[in-house]
């Protein structure tokens, strides 16, 4: 019984070492990277996404479009994004999603999701939209699920393979 309770001991001292040691290469790369990151855009956040996983949120904006792009702290920034948003300004309260591109259920999704509204607030959208089409119905459930979770109202059309959502801050 003292010898289970004492591997149970050093087991958890393991697993925070292990976390620990994760923590600073994370914390190490996450200086790196934002240097590199700023040469090229705007750093919006650093964020922490399902995992623990810590990952750096930027963005490329214009007065047409905006892309939100998310890259995780576990490795070297090589100039590509592990996920990201890419969106249009379509008049003075629409945002609306063009794509959304990337690693999926790691979270990154999300996070970026949450800026991208951030982002919306801060421009003064009132609506962020979207198109579901025709090349998104093998996933479709899963899309209807990720944008719920996000207080989108959601409508698919089954039948003519399409659909809409509308995120409405009022």
Same mark, same amino acid.
């Given at each position: 019984?003292?010898?289970?309770?004492?591997?149970?001991?050093?087991?958890?001292?393991?697993?925070?070492?292990?976390?620990?040691?994760?923590?600073?290469?994370?914390?190490?790369?996450?200086?790196?990277?934002?240097?590199?990151?700023?040469?090229?855009?705007?750093?919006?956040?650093?964020?922490?996404?399902?995992?623990?996983?810590?990952?750096?949120?930027?963005?490329?904006?214009? #007065?047409?479009?905006?892309? !939100?792009?998310?890259? =995780?702290?576990?490795?070297?920034?090589? &100039? %590509?994004?592990?996920?990201?948003?890419?969106?249009?300004?379509?008049?003075?309260?629409?945002?609306?999603?063009?794509?959304?591109?990337?690693?999926?259920?790691?979270?990154?999704?999300?996070?970026?999701? #949450?800026?991208?509204?951030? !982002?919306?607030?801060? =421009?003064?959208?009132?609506?962020?939209? &979207? %198109?579901?089409?025709?090349?998104?119905?093998?996933?479709?459930?899963?899309?209807?699920?990720?944008?719920?979770?996000?207080?989108?109202?959601?409508?698919?059309?089954?039948?003519?393979?399409?659909?809409?959502?509308?995120?409405?801050?009022?």
């Amino acid at each position: 019984m003292v010898y289970s309770a004492f591997l149970e001991e050093e087991k958890g001292k393991e697993e925070l070492k292990e976390e620990l040691d994760s923590l600073e290469i994370q914390l190490h790369r996450m200086q790196h990277n934002m240097k590199e990151i700023a040469k090229r855009s705007e750093i919006v956040s650093i964020d922490k996404a399902n995992e623990a996983q810590w990952v750096i949120i930027y963005a490329d904006k214009s #007065k047409e479009n905006c892309q !939100l792009m998310l890259h =995780e702290c576990t490795k070297p920034f090589r &100039g %590509d994004w592990d996920s990201v948003i890419q969106a249009e300004f379509r008049d003075d309260s629409t945002l609306h999603i063009a794509d959304i591109k990337g690693v999926q259920n790691k979270g990154f999704g999300s996070v970026l999701m #949450k800026h991208l509204k951030e !982002l919306a607030r801060e =421009e003064n959208m009132q609506y962020i939209t &979207g %198109d579901i089409v025709e090349r998104d119905f093998g996933h479709v459930n899963r899309l209807k699920h990720f944008y719920s979770k996000h207080h989108f109202d959601v409508k698919i059309d089954h039948l003519n393979l399409s659909g809409e959502i509308v995120w409405n801050e009022g």
